[in-house]
Each structure stands twice: as structure tokens, then as C-alpha cells.
């Protein structure tokens, strides 16, 4: 794990030279803020702030609450456009050019080149085929980074009407039934509900990369230097969930445990976060 962390901070260091609309809720508006045009490679996001809370996650943390202080998100996740503009700055990044320590053979391989996009792929749809490194490198060079997988989960468990719909039977169903969907990663972002915070495709289009994505079921970054069960996919290793019914969950936390940060899978894209100013630092 010392070795990822150094790793982390290497790659931060060289990498930057139908609904009804859910904006208020019980006549509370919900801040909407966008960021600048990014120095770094042009790209204007547009993020919402999250008021943080308390909550239990459904698995790996013994049925203990966990806090998550205010941030600000993305509301999308980073587009074709988005990453193809950064790969333009950032030739480091071009699938030609990253070290095959930071992202594998899969990497960008749905590309034309280094800087164009096949024909069938649309520039507003999710960039997929992501390592984790050059996830983090995309989110330091916009002053952002990725949410960790309390974050994400925190503001994920919202549906469009409530801040926490897990124990909603049609919730966790929409959720099991994208899982078994084909090729969600083609659609374009902005195409799934917007959430009770006015956060787009949490669920419904590709997985997302977290910064600590494998620390609930793993110890390491690689599953073979720990005892945990390798068959993360069965569904035996749900018993240590603290909410059987809930096997969405379950499944977001293998998928996260089965992969390492130099992977780039095609239905894993991204987004990133932002500290506010109460944000609260370990």
C-alpha cells in the first residue's frame, strides 16, 4: 500500500504542467456551482454542493455510521470531449505515450489514436478504458480529485425524491436491472434520473473509479497479497454484508475489490469531487 501511495503522488506531481425537476426540495434550493474554464486544458465543469451527514453503509464497515463532510461534485461524469481535451495538454496521458505501470493494455484502446475518437463513439458520452492513475491525474489538474467510496456511496444512495432510498424495493431494482444491461457505457452522460442532489448517472450508465476503491473487501492493491475470499463475485461473499437484500451493493464493492489501479475497463469510467471550505481534514 506505501508503494501506491508513492506512486499517487508521483503521477499528481508530472501530471499537470422524465422526472420532475429536483432543484428544490421542501423549498430548500439546492446550490448549483460551476467551476471555471481549467487553465490545465479547457474544460468547464459543472458541480453541485452535497451537505454531508452521517450514514451506515450497507457493507464493509461492522453496521458502524460513518461521517461525510460537505463537498462539491460533478454532475456528470468526465466525458469523451472532456478527456480527449485533457490528453491534448497532457501527452503523457496519450495511450501511446502512459508507462505501462499506470495503465494496462486496455487503456484508451476503443480510441482511433492519441487524439481522435472512433466514428462510432459519440464525444458526450462517458470516457471508459481509465486507469485509476490517470483518473487522479484528470481530477488534480482541475484542483478536484476522485470521491472516496464513503463520498460516493453517501450521495449514491439517493434516488430523485430522498437522500437515502436504499430500502426502496423499485430503487434497488433499477439498480440490479442496469447491472444486467448491455453497453450503458455507449449512452450519453446526463441520460439516467438526476438524484436528490442534482447529481446525474450515480447509477445507470458505467461504474466510476473512487480513490480508495479497494478498501472495504481488500487490504492491498492486489488481491493476491491478502486471505480474503478470491471469488468475489460469488454470492457467498455477501455474508458479511450487514443488508442481505441489498446485493447491488454488494456487487459495487466486488467489482471495486477486483480490480487494480493500472486496469482500464470498458463500463469503468469517472468523476471528481471537490472540498468546500467545511470540509473536514483527517
Known amino acids: 500500500m506505501k508503494k501506491l501511495c508513492f506512486l499517487f503522488v508521483v503521477i499528481v506531481f508530472v501530471s499537470c504542467s422524465k422526472d420532475k425537476d429536483l432543484n428544490t426540495l421542501d423549498n430548500i434550493t439546492i446550490p448549483s456551482v460551476s467551476t471555471p474554464n481549467d487553465v490545465s486544458f479547457g474544460v468547464e465543469t459543472p458541480m453541485v454542493s452535497i451537505k454531508g451527514g452521517k450514514y451506515v453503509p450497507l457493507y464493509g464497515k461492522k453496521n458502524k455510521a460513518v461521517e461525510v463532510s460537505d463537498l462539491l461534485m460533478d454532475v456528470y461524469p468526465v466525458s469523451n470531449e472532456n478527456f480527449l481535451a485533457f490528453v491534448k495538454q497532457n501527452k503523457r496521458w496519450r495511450k501511446s505515450e ?30 471508459t478504458n481509465v486507469s485509476w492513475y490517470a483518473a487522479n491525474a484528470y481530477c488534480e489538474c482541475q484542483g478536484k480529485r476522485l470521491a472516496t467510496v464513503d463520498e460516493w456511496e453517501f450521495v449514491a444512495m439517493a434516488n430523485q425524491e430522498m437522500a437515502d432510498a436504499r430500502k426502496i424495493k423499485t430503487y434497488n431494482q433499477y439498480i440490479l436491472d442496469w447491472y444486467e444491461k448491455p453497453k450503458t457505457f455507449n449512452n450519453e452522460i446526463g441520460k439516467t434520473f438526476k438524484n436528490y442532489y442534482g447529481v446525474y448517472d450515480l447509477h445507470g450508465l458505467v461504474w466510476e473509479w473512487t480513490s480508495d476503491f479497494n478498501s472495504i473487501l481488500l487490504t492491498g492493491e492486489s488481491r493476491s497479497d491478502v486471505t480474503t475470499d478470491k471469488d468475489l463475485f460469488c454470492g457467498s461473499g455477501s455474508l458479511n454484508a450487514s443488508d442481505l437484500m441489498n446485493y447491488a451493493a454488494f456487487i459495487r464493492y466486488a467489482f471495486r475489490g477486483s480490480v487494480k489501479a493500472n486496469y482500464a475497463v470498458k463500463n469503468l469510467g469517472f468523476r471528481c469531487v471537490k472540498d468546500t471550505l467545511n470540509t473536514k481534514k483527517p
Open 98 to 127: 502512459v508507462k505501462k505501470l499506470f495503465a494496462d493494455d486496455n487503456y484508451l484502446n476503443n480510441w482511433k489514436n492519441d487524439t481522435i475518437l472512433t466514428t462510432d463513439m459519440k464525444p458526450k458520452s462517458p470516457v
